[in-house]
């Protein structure tokens, strides 16, 4: 018999209020582990146990980070199972971009390849298993694009710009659609919004 869940009632974050936004996230994006529970939790309600399972991690090392997470206000109680007596937390990730430009600046150079590799790597399965499962093209107004630059510093933060706000619109669109669906109880589309812009090296062969 499948156990049942029952929302949580709203939990309590600790106030950083000592800490600037950015702050709390870099102390968050500082470990891998927090990277990849965090991405997760972005698309997904989970356990720590769920997410170490994902992951091939310890749970008492995921468990730790997932509490540093909670306590950043990156993370809130959605769920609650009992569990031989003791009750299983079930998080979610606060809407907001996961990360913005004033945060990046402040991250060790290798955390940020970190934090890169992991969402490309992500992202390409994702766009891998929607192609092999016949559903990346099923709907007419799909988008997928590739869209070679040649840029001077302007008409990079001027692209740097149409992409952030575009993310931004995107997390309100998602939200809004969270709302309607909570009313009529339909599942929804799931879906995937990839934006990447990133330099490349010259083309030598030209």
Do not use: C
């Amino acid at each position: 018999m499948a156990k049942k869940r029952r929302k949580a009632k709203k939990s309590r974050r600790r106030k950083n209020e000592s800490s600037s936004p950015q702050e709390v996230l870099v102390k968050a994006l500082n470990h891998p582990h927090r990277v990849k529970a965090l991405t997760i939790l972005s698309e997904k309600i989970a356990s720590p146990r769920e997410i170490s399972e994902q992951l091939d991690i310890g749970l008492s090392n995921i468990a730790y980070h997932v509490r540093v997470l909670y306590d950043l206000g990156l993370i809130e109680i959605v769920e609650e199972e009992s569990v031989r007596g003791s009750i299983a937390h079930f998080y979610k990730a606060v809407e907001r971009s996961l990360i913005d430009n004033a945060d990046w600046k402040q991250l060790d150079p290798q955390i940020r390849s970190a934090f890169s590799g992991h969402v490309t790597e992500a992202f390409i399965t994702d766009a891998a298993n929607s192609l092999a499962a016949g559903v990346f093209d099923k709907r007419d107004d799909r988008q997928a694009s590739r869209t070679p630059l040649l840029l001077d510093r302007e008409g990079w933060r001027q692209v740097a710009k149409i992409q952030a706000k575009a993310n931004e619109e995107i997390l309100k669109v998602k939200a809004a659609a969270a709302e309607r669906m909570d009313g009529t109880g339909s599942e929804g589309i799931h879906a995937v919004a990839g934006m990447f812009f990133f330099e490349v090296l010259p083309d030598t062969e030209s």
